[in-house]
């Protein structure tokens, strides 16, 4: 087996949406031999895009995952989704692989979710390697594509394999540093041809360069090379390497996908330059304890994603950490100290499942049917070696819809459909909003809720309509009162009494609520000072203006009076009511609005664009800042001019934009807002 797992590679295939990563997947299993025909994206016969959504929207909404070999090596391959509303779970999917394959389109190379995406993978510590795609193109620019490697991701590249041409006019490539050229045959197949004369110096410096970077990834290399002048073709692969096992340098090659141009070049360079899971660092759980990747460790697996099968049920998706995985086996889901039985394992191939028979180790990428309390994040390992896997960290989620069933008394079906998906898109999150009522459903964007929503009516035959949510708005008071609260109420036998005297004023933003008791002389017993407390919040969780909340204000209760016989918590409960509402009047009550921290990521080209548009949504930008032709702009804006933020980027930028998100604090509204809102909460009410 030891054999077997030195050979053996287990990537991910990254980049931001529309670089062709599932293309490049096509192309790989095509190359090898694992499908008999190339599938088209546009076409929709792709073998790892078989969800309706992605086949209609022509991208991939969830991973995907392959097995093949490669001149009879096993490689296991990660398909992630590069739109910014589907890469939430990057850092789950990237505990997967060994190393990643960053896809970049020659037309326009380095964006801005490139570098976020990057920045994960970096995260997760993976060798990497880049593959330039759609040499084929108009507007193909190799040269601007590579040279955003260096200037914006701060990456050393080391060119292996040059494009000869672009465009229409892309023919072939040259391996840089073995000085051959290639053109390609109608199955990929390379065949040699002499160096293009136009080509030859730029290979030769490309070369040198090459070597200088590789000789740079070891001390004793750069000091032969430093006195030689040149390394031996093993010195030249072993420090290759050596640098990308390092993350110090990072190979290239070009190709496209689409024409079948590039399989072979990029599988014999992943095979030379990428490790093996023996390779990958030891795994360590929470307090530190290691457990190496080696298939002679205790058994223990991730499971890094979940996906609802109609025919199999539930599939947990895995990678082998450590040990061997053997079908039938008894493991400890160890995150949660329950016994599971493994059934029959599966490799995945898009949606097509083959059973394995044969114990697998480290680096396996399988997936396991029928789990009965396992879920995306947990580990299972040996009943005897219990081990537990850190959960990565996941971006925040963004943006809230609100789900109501098309017809009434469906709400608890919709509700229980949402909460099945949940199971499989771990960033997708379902609340019921106490404050408005709403079934709230949030998610990494607009795309992200919608396509969630139709694959929960396809799937579960259920009719949901979404909206747009409440803003969560508050009330304060910015003036000071001094009110009575009095209940009196006879009705024969036993009455009602309860008086009180209050003084209300504002706190500071963000103080809350506080009671103050300073009665004294026992003008109200001490037993029903609680009572009044209890009123004054019951009244401002009602709110004055719109309904919303009150927050941020002070009452003290200074004085009252009370009757022996009719005096009750109750009747101080209301008298405390009644003082605040008397008081609120009196006291200049204002609206609040939620303001959102946001940070914009844009080309250069687009800051003036995106400046003007935050600021028509009543934003106040903080600052801004450009590193390699990208700009992150930050803004304070309010939540309500946010809301259907994501589309209005998407069309502003040319998809090229992106955007995070979170609360940052409670500011006043101004006067059109306040009565906007006071004016649809009438409305609402009627």
Request: proline share 6%; with cysteine.
């Amino acid at each position: 087996m030891q054999d077997q797992l030195q050979k053996q590679r287990t990537f991910a295939l990254i980049g931001h949406g529309g670089t062709g990563k599932t293309s490049v997947a096509e192309m790989l299993l095509y190359t090898a031999g694992s499908i008999s025909r190339l599938g088209k994206i546009d076409e929709g016969t792709t073998s790892l895009d078989y969800e309706p959504e992605e086949i209609k929207r022509r991208g991939s909404v969830q991973p995907a995952f392959a097995q093949f070999a490669w001149k009879k090596n096993p490689n296991f391959l990660i398909d992630t989704p590069g739109d910014n509303n589907f890469i939430g779970d990057l850092p789950y999917l990237l505990q997967g692989a060994d190393n990643a394959v960053l896809v970049l389109d020659a037309i326009d190379g380095v964006k801005p979710l490139t570098k976020k995406i990057w920045s994960e993978a970096t995260k997760a510590g993976l060798p990497a390697m880049v593959f330039i795609n759609k040499m084929d193109r108009e507007r193909a620019n190799f040269q601007m594509a590579y040279q955003g490697l260096s200037d914006v991701l701060g990456i050393k590249p080391v060119l292996l394999f040059m494009p000869i041409g672009s465009e229409a006019s892309f023919s072939g490539v040259v391996d840089v540093l073995a000085e051959k050229a290639y053109t390609f045959g109608e199955k990929g197949e390379l065949k040699p041809i002499d160096i293009p004369a136009d080509l030859a110096d730029e290979v030769t410096t490309a070369r040198e360069i090459a070597i200088e970077n590789i000789a740079e990834s070891s001390e004793e290399l750069m000091e032969k090379y430093l006195e030689e002048g040149s390394l031996t073709e093993e010195e030249i692969f072993s420090g290759l390497r050596a640098g990308v096992a390092s993350r110090a340098l990072v190979p290239v090659c070009a190709g496209s996908a689409m024409q079948n141009k590039g399989g072979v070049p990029l599988l014999d360079a992943m095979q030379n330059a990428m490790i093996s899971p023996l390779e990958h660092a030891s795994w360590a759980d929470a307090d530190g304890n290691e457990r190496p990747s080696s298939p002679d460790a205790p058994f223990a697996a991730f499971v890094f994603k979940t996906i609802a099968d109609p025919f199999a049920g539930q599939l947990s998706v895995l990678r082998v950490l450590s040990g061997v995985l053997a079908p039938d086996a008894s493991v400890l889901n160890a995150t949660k100290g329950e016994k599971e039985k493994i059934g029959q394992i599966l490799f995945l191939e898009g949606k097509k499942q083959t059973p394995c028979k044969q114990e697998l180790g480290p680096g396996a990428v399988v997936a396991v049917a029928k789990l009965k309390n396992t879920a995306t994040g947990d580990t299972l390992c040996a009943e005897k070696s219990p081990f537990v896997l850190p959960k990565p960290a996941l971006s925040p989620s963004i943006i809230s819809y609100a789900l109501a069933a098309e017809e009434k008394g469906e709400e608890d079906k919709v509700f229980a459909a949402v909460q099945k998906l949940l199971e499989e898109d771990i960033n997708l999150h379902l609340v019921r909003n106490d404050e408005t009522g709403d079934m709230l459903l949030t998610g990494m964007g607009q795309l992200h809720i919608e396509l969630s929503v139709e694959k929960v009516k396809r799937r579960y035959k259920t009719n949901i309509v979404l909206k747009t949510p409440k803003i969560p708005y508050r009330e304060t008071i910015k003036g000071k009162a001094q009110v009575q609260g009095r209940h009196k109420k006879q009705s024969g036998g036993r009455g009602q009494f309860g008086d009180c005297w209050i003084r209300m004023e504002p706190n500071k933003r963000g103080g809350g609520y506080e009671f103050l008791d300073e009665i004294v002389g026992g003008s109200i017993p001490r037993n029903y000072i609680p009572a009044v407390d209890k009123g004054v919040q019951e009244a401002a969780a009602r709110g004055y203006l719109a309904g919303y909340p009150m927050v941020d204000f002070k009452v003290a209760v200074y004085d009252g009076s009370y009757h022996n016989v009719d005096s009750s918590e109750m009747a101080f409960k209301i008298a405390g009511s009644l003082a605040f509402k008397k008081a609120v009047e009196m006291c200049n009550p204002i609206l609040l609005e939620p303001i959102m921290l946001c940070a914009v990521f844009i080309p250069d080209e687009f800051m003036g664009d995106v400046i003007g548009d935050l600021s028509s949504r009543r934003g106040r930008v903080l600052g801004s800042d450009s590193i390699g032709g990208i700009t992150e702009v930050k803004a304070h804006v309010p939540m309500a001019e946010m809301m259907k933020y994501a589309p209005d980027l998407r069309s502003m930028t040319g998809g090229q934009g992106t955007f995070t998100m979170e609360f940052a604090h409670y500011e006043e509204c101004p006067p059109n807002v306040t009565e906007q809102v006071i004016a649809e909460s009438k409305k609402e009410e009627e």
